[in-house]
């Protein structure tokens, strides 16, 4: 099936390219980055250039600081920049992303097409080059990715959007692996941009059918991607998941896709909540803000990132022992006729009973089928879940970072150090069995919300899926704070920002 872009889709791919030092020497914008101390190394091409720019006084070093050179006629670039590192020790991966995307903006101001960016060995201090290689391709195409809204008049092509790369004074091993990174980079960033796409679209456009169609897309080689549509659904008896469907009238969607990696014998399950529009239902949310409920599917956008990497040579040269299966959870939530009421009793797809006290806490209830279908299906040997689960998690950890929590320290510390190399910090949160107690119900097996005396929103959300997930390693992330709303950074420029996607594929690597 052809996957049609939305109107909105900023489509293009950004060219990003390692080349030669020569190649990248010339044309018509050449970025050096420029850390303290010393001339920075751009290669023999620019030596005397970047020497005469220093003498000015006026080449600045101070982190994502840009100064720009015009050259003589005849010079090897017309214009000669820098980006600025700032204190060697201070330099990090995180850094490097934004210094990379300050370069970009920097090539799309100045209306080139086409730009290069010189990286001395000293601009990377003590990072690993595969690591500084990945931070900086992400940094350039985040960086260049905007939202385009569905507007009257078509959006002008966009200059900055062509890179070469080379790497200046790298030993022969370091500059491997720093195309290498490169690579990733590009891949992983190119898979932030799609998820970052989907979640940006209102939910009249980019509705369960919508991603469904994202998926399908995405099918071919390794991967299939499977569509289970209402009526398949019900036949699964997938009643917590239908139940929440019934306000709408826009079609649920259950998506599966499987990566099979060639040689292994278990199954990772990635979960998603793929809420198009949460209105609240029944238990209806405040008018205030609500059109941000369309990001509420940022967790199936961080699934079908993920395998949009995969799909697109993410793996690498790694070979996980899993193959990688992601289901998603897709529908709204809404408030039509048919919707579910407060106090409704549904079954899930496992025989649970799910007493239905608040329609707002909705999530919990399309992962739990989302969660049984896993295990009915693919028995997995680990298993996380990502939703923009509860507002509780941004009154806690705010918006900077996602919750994690689950039933295996393993699992969890795993992710964690995915999202640590990710830059994408994630919180370690409890789920005890007091939590667990919180959500059983006197009218059914389990209750989906636990009581307002309780307190804990979050840690309550996670104990309810645990129910379902049984003893299989697993950890949920609850990424309603980091989905959107964070702070700007040079390459998050508001709106959704792909959370999850650059941490998944981390992580996938090492399973
Ligand atoms: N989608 C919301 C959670 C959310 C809130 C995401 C704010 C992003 C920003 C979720 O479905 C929800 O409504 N959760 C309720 C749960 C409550 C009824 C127990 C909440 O957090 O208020
Ligand atoms: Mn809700
Ligand atoms: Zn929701």
Redesign the pocket.
């Known amino acids: 099936m052809v996957c049609r872009r939305p109107a909105g889709y900023n489509g293009a791919r950004m060219k990003i390219r390692s080349v030669p030092l020569a190649a990248a020497s010339r044309g018509p914008l050449v970025f050096v980055l420029a850390a303290d101390g010393g001339v920075p190394d751009g290669g023999p091409t620019l030596r005397a250039a970047i020497a005469a720019a220093k003498a000015t006084g006026d080449l600045l070093t101070g982190a994502r600081k840009v100064s720009l050179f015009h050259q003589p006629p005849r010079s090897a670039c017309k214009r000669l920049g820098f980006v600025g590192c700032g204190p060697r020790a201070k330099i990090c991966t995180e850094p490097l992303r934004r210094i990379a995307a300050v370069a970009q903006a920097a090539a799309e101001k100045a209306a080139v097409a086409d730009f290069a960016l010189l990286v001395p060995r000293a601009a990377i201090g003590d990072v690993d080059a595969e690591a500084a290689g990945r931070a900086i391709a992400e940094g350039l195409r985040l960086g260049a990715y905007v939202y385009a809204p569905p507007r009257r008049q078509k959006p002008k092509a966009r200059s900055g959007q062509s890179c070469r790369i080379a790497a200046v004074g790298f030993a022969k091993a370091a500059a491997a692996a720093f195309a290498r990174g490169l690579v990733a980079g590009r891949i992983a960033a190119e898979a932030t941009v799609f998820a970052r796409d989907l979640e940006n679209q209102p939910s009249n456009i980019c509705t369960p059918t919508r991603l469904a169609s994202a998926a399908r897309s995405l099918a071919g080689g390794r991967l299939r991607v499977k569509v289970l549509d209402r009526a398949a659904m019900a036949k699964l008896r997938m009643q917590a998941l239908l139940g929440v469907a019934r306000g709408s009238a826009e079609p649920p969607k259950f998506l599966v896709l499987e990566y099979r990696v060639p040689g292994a014998r278990k199954n990772a399950c990635v979960v998603g909540?793929g809420?198009t529009f949460?209105t609240?239902g029944i238990?209806i949310?405040p008018a205030a803000k609500m059109d941000?409920?369309r990001?509420?599917m940022?967790g199936a956008g961080a699934v079908l990132g993920l395998f949009h990497a995969l799909a697109h040579g993410g793996l690498g040269a790694h070979k996980p022992k899993h193959n990688l299966i992601g289901l998603i959870a897709a529908t709204e939530?809404a408030i039509g006729p048919s919707a579910q009421k407060p106090g409704d009793v549904v079954t899930a797809m496992d025989g649970h009973t799910i007493e239905v006290l608040?329609?707002?806490?909705?999530?919990?209830l399309v992962l739990a089928d989302a969660i049984c279908y896993a295990q009915k299906f693919f028995d997995p040997a680990v298993m996380v879940d990502l939703?923009?689960?509860?507002?509780?998690?941004?009154t806690a950890l705010g918006h900077e970072m996602a919750g994690i929590m689950g039933n295996d320290q393993k699992v969890i510390d795993a992710l964690i150090a995915a999202g640590k190399a990710a830059d994408e910090p994630l919180w370690q949160l409890p789920l005890w069995d007091c939590h667990r107690d919180q959500v059983k119900s006197k009218f059914a097996d389990l209750a989906?919300?636990?009581g307002p005396a309780h307190g804990n929103?979050?840690t309550?959300?996670g104990a309810f899926l645990s129910y379902f997930v049984g003893d299989t390693p697993w950890a949920h992330m609850d990424i309603?704070?980091a989905?959107?709303?964070g702070l700007h950074k040079d390459y998050y420029k508001g709106g959704a920002a792909g959370t999850a996607v650059r941490t998944l594929l981390q992580w996938a690597r090492t399973l």
């Open positions: 909540k809420l949460d609240g238990s949310k941000e409920m990001y509420d940022c939530n608040n329609t707002d806490a909705e999530g919990r939703a923009t689960l509860t507002g509780a998690v941004v989906n919300i636990n929103g979050s309550a959300g309603a704070g989905a959107y709303g």
